[in-house]
């Protein structure tokens, strides 16, 4: 469960109902009766945060996480759950897993995300839980029985499609801001209050967003950009000032959130949408690093610019062999395919052509070649080159 509400579910057809399963195990089941469950029973135990929300829009439920009222962690491990929380009290249901947290408060105590104090005790309210949240869409709470508890309007919210914060609280934790766009990015029909904006923009300018750890900014960067409308990310970390700060040395231009939107409409893998996001940027390399993000995802944004010029020069095929040894398609067809797909998004590539042009080139025998050349290093290499380039030639 995270620090500031739990993101689930997501946009698409509704999801398969695995109780349909021959093999469905109902103990393991998202809709297990909560209700009649004897782990719960005497125990005030809310369904809260993304999966409220995600019912309220109708989208295909998700994980469920839980807050408890009134009990202590002995209590809890008295009734079977099993305690996993590090920070704060946070246990597993015994029989479903779903994670089941003390309701809390938190106060700032330092800069950044990782700067709170946590306090769970049996005294906390609900409502004093749901107040810490981020959005107001995210700080609503459901019975085991189905009745809705929203004292902060989210739900209001919800049909309206608005993103607003839940107070000023929202201004202690920087990772909001970058909740706050990837919510965006997910939900593109909802707006942003324009008072969360303001507070946004008044949180970089206090320094807030220079304290965020890389590996926190990646992990909601690049959970932005696997959203449908990856450019709303773009555009919210913009307006509220918080681009540079987050994603330093980054350069952008006015195409980059469209063709973001069409790698997602593409179903590209993330390794390609960071490239496009990257392309522009001299020094790629160096961003991934600060954000420690995956190597497919650097590999990726530093080869695409290259594909980019040389695909305008790739009826040549010497220049397409070369292209194809810089990318190391021999050996990575599939990454090479990739890349081809997400300089698709940028300019017309038949990629179809492409894919049979690196199959012609795999089909050459380098070990036949190297015993006709009688193992000689010096008469191997152009060998085997002018095979390849005469694969090239005849797959066109």
């Not at 949240?133 to 995210?138: H, K, P, Q, S």
Request: aromatic share 4%; hydrophobic share 45%.
């Amino acid at each position: 469960m995270s620090k500031a509400g739990t993101d689930t579910g997501s946009h698409g057809q509704p999801a398969h109902d695995p109780r349909h399963d021959p093999d469905h195990d109902p103990a393991h089941d998202p809709a297990h009766d909560a209700a009649h469950d004897p782990a719960l029973a005497g125990l005030a135990a809310y369904v809260v945060g993304g999966a409220v929300r995600d019912d309220l829009l109708g989208l295909p439920a998700g994980d469920r996480d839980w807050v408890v009222v009134g009990a202590t962690p002995e209590q809890m491990a008295k009734r079977g759950f099993l305690p996993v929380g590090g920070d704060f009290p946070v246990f597993l249901h015994p029989v479903t897993r779903e994670e089941y947290a003390l309701a809390r408060t938190e106060r700032k105590s330092g800069l950044g995300y990782k700067g709170f104090t946590f306090y769970t005790g049996s005294d906390v309210t609900l409502e004093a839980d749901l107040q810490r949240r981020d959005l107001t869409v995210n700080a609503i709470a459901r019975t085991a029985d189905g009745q809705l508890i929203d004292p902060l309007g989210g739900a209001a919210d919800v049909r309206a499609r608005v993103l607003r914060h839940v107070g000023e609280a929202f201004a202690e934790d920087p990772v909001r801001i970058l909740r706050l766009a990837r919510f965006a990015a997910r939900f593109s029909d909802f707006t942003i209050a324009p008072e969360t904006l303001a507070l946004c923009r008044r949180m970089v300018q206090a320094g807030e967003a220079d304290a965020l750890v890389p590996e926190r900014v990646w992990k909601e960067i690049s959970r932005g950009l696997m959203t449908a409308t990856p450019s709303r990310v773009l555009d919210v970390l913009r307006e509220s000032g918080a681009l540079p700060r987050v994603l330093p040395g980054l350069v952008v231009d006015e195409d980059t959130g469209a063709e973001l939107d069409r790698a997602a409409a593409a179903n590209l893998p993330l390794p390609g949408r960071w490239a496009l996001l990257c392309r522009h940027t001299a020094d790629a390399g160096a961003l991934g690093a600060r954000l420690r993000v995956p190597a497919a995802c650097t590999d990726e944004a530093r080869l695409l610019p290259g594909m980019l010029t040389a695909l305008d020069k790739a009826q040549d095929d010497a220049v397409a062999l070369d292209l194809m040894e810089r990318c190391d398609a021999l050996r990575k067809p599939d990454r090479y395919l990739d890349l081809l797909k997400a300089a698709a998004i940028v300019r017309p590539v038949d990629i179809d052509l492409w894919a049979a042009r690196v199959a012609a080139v795999r089909a050459i025998d380098a070990g036949a070649i190297a015993r006709a050349e009688g193992g000689d290093p010096a008469r191997i290499k152009p060998a085997l080159r002018a095979a390849r380039l005469e694969a090239l030639r005849r797959s066109g």
